[in-house]
DNA sequence: TGCATAGCTGCGTATCCGCGCAGGTATTCA
DNA sequence: TGAATACCTGCGCGGATACGCAGCTATGCA
């Protein structure tokens, strides 16, 4: 149960054994990465607000995300285009309209919460 | 169903119904800001750690939680003070250790998802 | 073909934020 | 009483980022 990496294996602990139980618990650094990163796209009021509208009433266009949510269009592209890197969302041309939707399950559970 | 505000009452809209529905959806603007507010605790990768090991292990001090993690303690005490500030974690204090532990039920919700 | 509209991109800036370092306070024990 | 430990705080820096502005591309229509 040496669950402590070597660089901090000198360090005193208060609860050897809890030390253990936490480092199992926060798990694998990559995994915590993605997580952090997933709620990091949730940080942000207007990209928050962009992705409540597109969670809640299905497939937005750009300009009409853009009056609904008070930002200017390019903002909004520029938010799109984050979320859209991250796979969170997709967005699909009809003619000259763009309409976005939420494709990440994970992201739609916990914009399920709010 | 006039639910935009007079000032973007201008703006050209795709499908105008459709905006007053994504308004509704986004709803308050305070609420709005709460969640954004909530996520971007979350979205540290360091804050995500030390929350995930104190939702999962229970109560927890303050030097543990820097091995644990491999941070030094007053980055800990730094990002603890600021989640104590939000009302999600609440240090209890033995002598001269502080165990932390989660008390915020929705946070404690969103960590259930990692 | 010419014009208007929907959406995208690059740039510069202002802001925020997390962390390391040094030092301070409180509690325990010899 | 003095030393060691657990935790907290202020300061300064480096990095990330969200936004406004200007300009570009592509599609539709007269």
Redesign the pocket.
């Known amino acids: 149960m040496h669950l402590v990496p070597a660089d901090r294996a000198g360090r005193?602990t208060?609860d050897g054994h809890r030390v253990c139980d936490a480092i199992a618990a926060i798990g694998d650094t990559g995994r915590l990465r993605t997580w952090a990163d997933r709620f990091?796209l949730l940080a942000?009021a207007?990209r928050l607000a962009l992705l409540l509208a597109l969670h809640r009433t299905g497939p937005l266009?750009?300009?009409d995300l853009a009056v609904a949510t008070g930002?200017?269009?390019?903002?909004?592209?520029?938010?799109?285009?984050?979320l859209r890197a991250a796979g969170v969302v997709a967005?699909e041309k009809e003619?000259?309209?763009?309409r976005y939707r939420v494709v990440d399950p994970e992201v739609g559970a916990l914009l399920g919460h709010c």
Chains 1, 2 share one sequence.
């Open positions: 005193r208060i990091s942000d207007n266009a750009v300009s930002m200017n269009d390019p903002a909004v592209s520029q938010a799109l285009r984050l967005g003619g000259r309209v763009v």
